[in-house]
């Protein structure tokens, strides 16, 4: 699976949109992107997943460039609640198979402020 | 039913002592993983079930024994572990190896003394 690079950490001001990058310029063409986090104490949280179109849900926005080389996570309204580690994954797009795994970055630390 | 039941929430535990971590899913999901997370750190893959078999392990040391039962139960055997194994694990499951996204418990915070 390609590799991905977001930043350490990020602050956002309550009610703000908060917006997440995540660079994965090795990207093949059948690895979808996909955003999990996790709120301190909890286990992870799947929150969105697209691969090449944007795609939106109750959660969020994930917006995918056009090259594929990276994208962004848009919480339009951030919460308190919202403080988290937000993990970028890219995986495989195929059933099974000894490489088709869900592997964790090291995260983004979103710190919503209110 | 979108839950991951694990049990126990913690656990100590001594080197010589041989426990079970215990994961149990009502989704109909056929693949279920196990991680370690360890502090500050990303969760790490140990193994993977699909269809009750298992699909991947991620060189995981044999102190840690993996078992799948049926489709809804996924068990972690631990023996002779170290301080260092301390950690918290998660268990997980998904429809199954592929697109699905993957929902986690709230783990097993364990303690090795």
């Known amino acids: 699976d390609a590799k991905t690079t977001q930043p350490p950490s990020m602050d956002c001001a309550e009610g703000r949109a908060a917006n997440l990058p995540c660079n994965h310029s090795?990207?093949?063409?059948?690895?979808?992107v996909y955003w999990y986090r996790q709120i301190h104490s909890q286990g992870p949280q799947y929150i969105i997943h697209g691969l090449k179109n944007n795609e939106t849900n109750e959660m969020a926005s994930l917006i995918i460039t056009e090259d594929r080389k990276s994208s962004t996570l848009i919480l339009p309204h951030a919460t308190l609640r919202d403080t988290a580690v937000y993990y970028c994954?890219?995986?495989?797009?195929?059933?099974?198979?000894?490489?088709?795994?869900?592997?964790f970055g090291t995260g983004t630390l979103l710190a919503v402020q209110p | 039913d979108t839950e991951v039941t694990q049990t126990p929430k913690h656990l100590v535990m001594g080197m010589t002592n041989k426990k079970s971590l215990k994961c149990e899913q009502h989704?109909?999901?056929?693949?279920m993983y196990w991680y370690k997370q360890k502090a500050k750190k990303p969760p790490e893959l140990m193994f993977v079930y699909s269809y009750e078999k298992l699909s991947i392990n991620e060189s995981v040391p044999s102190r840690f024994s993996p078992e799948c039962p049926n489709s809804s139960l996924l068990n972690l055997h631990l023996h002779a572990l170290q301080p260092e194994d301390s950690a918290l694990y998660l268990c997980?499951?998904?429809?199954?190896?592929?697109?699905?996204?993957?929902?986690f418990g709230q783990g097993t915070r364990l303690t090795v003394v």
């Open positions: 994954i890219v995986r495989v797009a195929e059933y099974g198979g000894a490489t088709n795994k869900l592997i």
């Open positions: 989704m109909g999901h056929r693949a």
């Open positions: 997980a499951s998904s429809q199954d190896q592929g697109l699905a996204e993957a929902f």
């Open positions: 090795t990207i093949s063409g059948n690895e979808y």
